[in-house]
């Protein structure tokens, strides 16, 4: 018998109940949709890049950093948002970021000027650091290892279908009704999930009132004596080994990873629009339908991706090996296709290119967000956050190099040094980051 909720065993120690029910399928998708709404409203912005430009008088660097002034904040709020995440738990912290958030992407736009859109960009990026590090720690907590995975790739798959999405609807909305409606509309989309959120998430699958004893075992596993393994109350709040994160060299290799792959996708969420506008001269309209193609790619990559290293894992029971095997593999042909996609003389081709570039960099999103999961036990939104924070140091410096080329008029050379980075990911995947090793004990 199970004393925690008194269901009976049979002798195979599995439970007398119903089948499994599928609640964390349910949580799986509110927290896709924060990921949806999250990157519509930090990517509106390179659709509405040229007309804040034009009415602001700004230059190509200049708007660089309004880019880079998101990346900035987002990288500074990454510890603190994780370690909140840990300590009280992902829907008290998530609650208060999410309003936050909505709050700030709608203030942009109200700017008047080039300063207080930097500020408001700042304020936008520190109030969405901690989504993603408080997320992933709430799906550890509802996820089995076998599971997290797929669980990462198809939040992720939300966020990146947002980037193909947002330029169809963010073209409509400007042309009917000009930039700043953008940025009033899709913050008033973070609004309605909180209230979405607090109404059918909890922490703890264990206190949820649609997760029956089956799931619930699906989820934790079970003892050998046929219980349910426990997981570590949130209440308790543990301190966080700081010295034993920051000194661990594994620890180092997966920010290093993610600094490198982050600097590789940051691309299409600021300069991707103006690229095709300025340098393939398709017309706004076009941009809109045609530039969602390649993102589209990415959408397949994320859940292809996650799928792919559980399904090595549950097969070979190897972490180490069913993370390395996608995503080493997948950065090296996704540096390697940016050279034709920025050097063919046909529009057509370089969509081609950077689609087949973005769908392979895409597949690397499950691997590299289970490895948290994988390695930080109880503190995972910390070791999120710190991942994170260093692939927003990779972010906040991309849309500032290629905003530098493209000022002076070089389009190939930004994507010859995203090459290199991807090229040098590939080797950190390789030989350096380790699954399977705890960077917390």
Known sequence: MDTRRGVALDAAGESSASKPTSTRWLILILMSLMYLILYMDRSNIGIAAPAIAK????????????FGAFAWAYALGQIPAGWFGDRFGPKRVLLVLLPAWALMAALTGATLGVGSLISARFLLGLSEAGAFPVATRGMQLWFAKSERGRAQGITHCFSRLAIAITPFIAVSILVA???RALFYIFGSLGALWSLAFYLLYTDRPEDHKGVNESELARIRGRNLDGTIRSTADLRDRPAVPWKRIF??????????GYFCFFYGTYFFLTWYPTYLLEHRHLTLKSVGIVASLPLLCGVIGDVAGGSLTDAVYRRTQRLKFARRIVAAPALLISGALLIPAATTNSASSALFFLAASFFSLELVVGPAWAVPMDIGGEFSGTVAAVMNMAGAVGASISPIVFGFFAQRGFWVAPFVVTACVLFTCTLIWIFLINPEKSVVS
């Open 55 to 66: 009415e602001f008088g700004m230059s190509k660097t200049a708007m660089g950093f309004v």
């Open 177 to 179: 009704s000009g930039w």
């Open 247 to 256: 000194r661990s060299p594994n620890m180092g290799y997966i920010a290093a």
